[in-house]
């Protein structure tokens, strides 16, 4: 089997994939015209590191609804612990649609599944599932998850609001329907209902998704890490009355000569791979995604707009309008143009301001402790401002607008200058309390978060042969590592911010008590309290190169 990491240039061979998936009668716009992106995440382990796609996909990531995911920050408030990263979850998009590339060209050199896919004309379903993952994140709101979560409790909610884009922005459905008039109905179509098992591979324990981010996020966390590719056949099986593959006493499935139902299956070489991904994934868990120190600052944004809600100041009203267009408002009546005109800059432009102006001292220490510190949040901007794609980057009046605040922040000392500036401002305005603390008889203002996170999840099975040939669900299979319905870690954090103790009245002598109670080994520019050791410098400037003076270089004096 070919290697696509091994390979001098994957070009010609994905020109030839798009030229048998083009050559469609119900596809109109067959010419294919191959452009390439340098993907960083994938230099250390690929030959020829680029991301490939035809015209027809370029023009739906050049669409101003994906475009935005630009300006969206991959892991939220993460960088403020690890500066390294700043990602966007357009990189990540672009990510994940190479992999199901990359799955499509594995499968494209099996004749037999040519021919089905040939025989029953699915081509057209294979290119709505390139357009789904390639827009998988496209409803996301600024700061990814905890913006959905702040808004409408709904940690899902994202791919809901981004089912709505994919199917009703116009710009989007006018990209697809001059690729074929079927293609907006077949994207519907995999979008609602499971089509060639695509979902055993887009939304799984091990699929397309978590593939890119978690190799992307260890990537900018500094520890690079390959998981190759792991194949698959499809295999018919017959089906219980709860739709399960049938099993022999061993927990053996039994194959199929006859059956229409399918699962996709995992050589036993692949066994290895599949575990040390469940395994790697969970470990980022506890090192990045809800690691108590980076959880206890992501707070930091329900505090703000917790205090910022109660207060009736004309400062910030356009962000409060934000607030209140989503807040308690059901998915289906959002204002998708409304929606898409907001990001992390347009939301952190906001916040700056309120953080500068607001008349209440604790609304503005709380604005100023959701903005990571300056050279995390430099690196952002940088990052999302695209400021490194080209040296004459043309920026809108409002992204002017922006860098001239940021400029400020850099050259001046004032109040929301020293606070970015100083490394200890958000350890000195948090109480970090010990995890296990008994929080039921202090105030409500205490964030708690306990979760028990497992590595695997039964009800999105993965299917692996074993030595003998014979298929297994993994939670059963013989040569298992772990007992994967267990393996699990407990994410446990306990914090307050005292700004937000003093907005909701409570007494010196109050804070002091709770002061009392704190973890004084938690900090947040103590990173060793997540195992931390970054093996590469992620930095996107130069070595040598001081990120406040590239800034400082920024011709903001001219509109453009």
């Not at 991904?277 to 980022?284: G, H, S, T, V």
Request: net charge negative; aromatic share 12%; with cysteine.
């Amino acid at each position: 089997m070919i290697k696509l990491e091994d390979m001098d240039t994957k070009e010609k061979l994905i020109m030839d994939f798009f030229i048998w998936l083009f050559d469609d009668s119900r596809i109109t716009a067959n010419s294919i015209e191959l452009e390439k992106e340098l993907d960083m995440s994938l230099a250390p382990f690929y030959t020829d590191p680029y991301i490939y796609y035809p015209k027809q996909i370029s023009d739906f990531f050049n669409t101003t609804a994906m475009q935005r995911l630009g300006r969206i920050s991959q892991l939220s408030l993460a960088n403020d612990i690890y500066s390294n990263l700043y990602h966007t979850r357009l990189e990540h998009s672009k990510g994940a649609y190479n992999r199901k590339l990359e799955e499509m060209i594995y499968n494209f050199q099996n004749q037999k599944w040519k021919k089905n896919i040939e025989d029953n004309q699915q081509k057209i379903y294979l290119l709505a599932d390139l357009f789904k993952i390639a827009g998988h994140d496209i409803g996301h709101f600024p700061l990814s998850h905890l913006m959905e979560i702040e808004l409408l409790s709904n940690r899902g909610a994202h791919e809901f609001v981004g089912k709505r884009i994919l199917l009703e922005d116009s710009e989007i459905s006018s990209i697809l329907l001059s690729i074929s008039p079927d293609l907006p109905d077949a994207l519907k179509k995999i979008l609602e209902e499971p089509i060639m098992n695509f979902n055993e591979h887009d939304d799984s324990n091990y699929d397309v998704d978590r593939f890119d981010y978690l190799t992307r996020d260890y990537f900018y966390f500094g520890t690079p890490l390959y998981l190759p590719y792991a194949h698959y056949e499809t295999i018919s099986v017959d089906l219980d009355k709860n739709g399960l593959p049938k099993t022999l006493s061993d927990f053996c499935i039994q194959e199929s000569a006859t059956s229409t139902s399918s699962i996709d299956v995992y050589d036993y070489s692949s066994l290895e791979n599949i575990e040390t991904f469940l395994k790697l994934r969970l470990q980022a868990y506890e090192k990045i995604y809800s690691n108590s120190v980076v959880h206890t600052h992501e707070k930091t944004i329900s505090a703000f707009f917790n205090a910022f809600a109660h207060t009736s100041s004309d400062c910030g009203n356009e962000l409060r309008c934000f607030i209140n267009a989503f807040k308690g408002h059901s998915i289906d009546s959002i204002d998708l143009k409304e929606f898409l005109r907001w990001d992390d800059i347009r939301l952190y432009s906001q916040i700056l301001d309120i953080a500068k102006t607001h008349p209440d001292s604790n609304i503005r220490s709380l604005a100023m402790m959701t903005i990571p510190n300056i050279e995390a949040f430099l690196y952002m901007i940088y990052s999302h401002l695209g400021i490194n794609k080209s040296e004459n980057k043309q920026y809108s009046s409002e992204d002017i607008a922006f860098l001239r605040k940021i400029k400020h922040i850099i050259k001046s000392e004032d109040e929301i200058s020293l606070a970015l500036k100083n490394p200890s401002y958000t350890d000195k305005n948090t109480i970090f309390f010990p995890p296990d603390l008994d929080t039921s008889n202090l105030p409500s203002l205490i964030f708690s978060n306990s979760q028990v996170k497992f590595a695997y999840n039964p009800n999105e099975p993965i299917y692996v042969r074993d030595a003998d040939g014979k298929i297994y669900e993994l939670s059963h299979h013989p040569h298992r590592s772990y007992d994967w319905n267990k393996f699990s870690t407990e994410l446990k954090s306990n914090c307050t911010y005292i700004p937000y103790l003093k907005f909701n009245g409570l007494t010196d002598a109050e804070i002091n008590y709770l002061k009392g109670l704190a973890d004084k080994s938690t900090k947040y520019n103590n990173s060793k309290d997540c195992d931390y050791s970054s093996k590469i410098n992620m930095q996107p400037l130069q070595i040598g190169k001081c990120i406040e003076d590239y800034f400082l270089g920024i011709d903001t004096d001219t509109e453009r």
